[in-house]
């Protein structure tokens, strides 16, 4: 088949494909090829991927081993139903429960993406404990789907409410200090107090003993990577243990060496009873997802039907792509050197906040970070206030890209999430970029 060129595909996309979160028909951009931590469009223009694409490409595009894989295991058997049991299913799940802790976590419910990862962990929430209530966060995103929707917090829910609304579905407003008028590191302790102290309340007005499951993004990724205060994470685990309530974590951003460890919620005191996983699994080159069960709920399905399935749970192709990206993690190492390369990110953020009248609060964790743009930083008036439509943050990340910075920010944000695999000197030749724009951003947009 002949190739086409950059915009025909562009014009076919714009014809005849339904982009996500837009309005239909607008101009798209044509990326050709993908190589280690670059992209490049029709023109040749190459982009680097400072956001991970959506916080997936981990590894990097194209690594080797992965594609070997890919390709290894399309010659021998592309697909098998779940009835069966295939080698790539049955190594990746050992993998995942090895990784998490053989001695809490027993299966993995294999699925094909982060929504219905979410889904299927809050259907086993019911069953297990036979009660309705699924309590989340406001500031939260954990997919579209109709389920995964509603249980998100922030506005991409509002849509799927008037489309498909699902009850049972409770939230709670967790901590952002920032934008609480709080300082990291002196507010912690009575930010927690407060925030625990609402929640537990918000329970008791709700019935806990209707509360399946509190679902919680490890680390809130697309709202901003908002690291929550000191002792957060332990006080919801703790009120959950004290009324029956299962903890689900949402790993999907921030699982897979994101945060410098394999999984988030290993930066703290907590085991979730579940947690969720899609992305850096196979970096998105395969879809494949997941939500990893603790023996306590895997020993309830020894007994009781699992009434969950998908035509491509523990899809053979996407279950070899992640047997090779987790062999990649573990054999490379890949959690000390996004420890180190936070070393280099974090200091340079931080010195953006000094430096910059535009960047209110920077939040680092490995190669996990956002900076909160801000119109003034006197009054922390934020660049573009919650669910405001504005120009102003497109136009940010417009100029990034024109430099080549490739990367997404919602609300007031920009995040800054490189793929895992990026070296030092990779990092000191993109990071001026950024440092430019904010330049232009204090000239142009603040106060
Ligand atoms: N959960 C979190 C934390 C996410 O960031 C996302 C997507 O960005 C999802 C769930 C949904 O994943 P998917 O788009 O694969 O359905």
């Known amino acids: 088949m002949e190739e086409l060129t950059g915009e025909e595909v562009a014009s076919l996309h714009s014809e005849y494909v339904m982009q996500s979160w837009h309005k239909q028909g607008g101009p798209v951009k044509p990326i050709k090829k993908a190589d280690g931590i670059y992209f490049w469009d029709y023109d040749g223009k190459r982009y680097t991927d400072m956001s991970s694409l959506l916080v997936c ?12 894989a890919i390709k290894e295991q399309a010659d021998k058997m592309c697909f098998m ?3 069966y049991a295939s080698e790539p299913k049955s190594r990746l799940a050992k ?15 294999f699925t094909n993406g982060g929504a219905d990862s979410n889904e299927n962990a809050i259907k086993m929430a019911r069953m297990v404990t036979g009660r309705p209530k699924i309590f989340s966060c406001y500031r939260s995103y954990h997919g579209s789907t109709i389920g995964a929707s509603n249980a998100s ?5 509002f849509a799927t409410e008037l489309g498909g609304s699902a009850p049972g579905f ?9 934008e609480d ?9 009575a930010v927690t107090a407060d925030y625990l102290h609402r929640l537990d309340e918000q329970l008791q007005y709700e019935g806990p003993d209707t509360v399946a499951a509190i679902l919680m993004e490890s680390i809130v990724g697309a709202n901003g990577v908002i690291l929550p205060p000191e002792g957060y994470m332990e006080g919801v685990r703790a009120l959950c ?23 988030a919620w290993q930066n703290f005191n907590i085991k979730p009873d579940m947690f969720t996983f899609a992305k850096g699994v196979t970096c998105g080159y395969v879809p494949l997802g997941g939500v990893v069960v603790s023996k306590r709920i895997s020993d309830y399905f020894t007994d009781h039907v699992l009434q969950c399935g998908l035509t491509y749970s523990g899809h053979t192709l996407a279950c070899a792509a992640g047997v090779a990206a987790v062999n990649y993690y573990l054999e490379h190492d890949v959690c000390a050197h996004v420890k180190e390369m936070e070393g280099i990110l974090k200091p340079f953020l931080e010195s953006m906040v000094e430096k910059h009248k535009c960047v209110g609060e920077a939040r680092c964790i490995g190669l996990f970070s956002a900076l ?13 206030p919650y669910h405001t439509p504005n120009s102003v943050m497109p136009q940010i990340m417009a100029k990034l890209m024109d430099l080549g910075f490739s990367t997404f920010g919602r609300e007031t944000n920009i995040n800054i999430c490189p793929p895992l695999i990026i070296t030092a000197e990779q990092l000191e030749e993109e990071l001026p970029k950024l440092d430019e724009v904010l330049t232009w951003v204090d000239k142009n947009l603040c106060d």
Not at 96 to 109: G, N, S
Not at 153 to 157: E, F, L, N, P
Not at 181 to 189: I, L
Request: net charge negative.
């Open 181 to 189: 008028g709080y300082t990291r590191g002196v507010d912690d302790a």
């Open 153 to 157: 917090g922030d506005w991409r829910r």
């Open 372 to 384: 909160t743009i801000v119109k003034n930083k006197e009054t922390r008036e934020l660049m573009a």
């Open 81 to 83: 139903a779940p009835a």
């Open 95 to 109: 993998m995942l429960v090895d990784v998490a802790d053989p001695d809490f976590y027993q299966r993995v419910f």
């Open 241 to 263: 243990d004290k009324y029956g309530i299962l903890m689900i974590c949402d790993e999907v951003m921030a699982g897979f060496g994101r945060t410098g460890k394999m999984f």
């Open 57 to 68: 490409s981990n590894l990097g595009h194209e690594l080797p081993e992965i594609v070997d």
């Open 170 to 178: 409770v939230h709670f407003m967790n901590p952002n200090m920032y």
